[in-house]
């Protein structure tokens, strides 16, 4: 697995890439999302959930990851990091600006 940065100028095309075949019913994806601060430690935000798709709004800055019954909203990421493999995205990492993690791992 190689583990990049994605450059901010990439996120609104990485995203729409990657949620395109969920949008039309190819593939079935799971995620999982974690959240990790200073303050709280560990928070386990889902179990295993469907994906319904992640996007960002460049214009609002924020990043949602919809999953079934949830739209996990991410004001002003500050970097995102992928995990892939293959073409496969494993994990993702969002950095908030305050340094709290968002883990999203994808099966």
């Known amino acids: 697995m190689a583990i990049r940065k994605l ?14 075949p969920l949008v039309t019913g190819r593939s079935i994806e799971y995620a999982e999302i974690r959240i990790l601060s200073d303050d709280d430690g560990a928070q386990q935000e889902t179990g295993w959930v469907p994906l319904k798709g992640i996007s960002y709004d460049a214009h609002g800055d924020t990043l949602d990851v919809a999953v079934n019954n949830l739209d996990h909203l991410i004001a002003h990421p500050k970097d995102i990091f992928v995990d892939e493999f293959d073409d496969t995205v494993a994990c993702l990492e969002v950095v908030r600006m305050d340094g709290t993690k968002d883990i999203i791992e994808l099966r």
């Open 7 to 20: 450059g901010k100028e990439e996120w609104t095309g990485f995203f729409n890439r990657f949620s395109r």
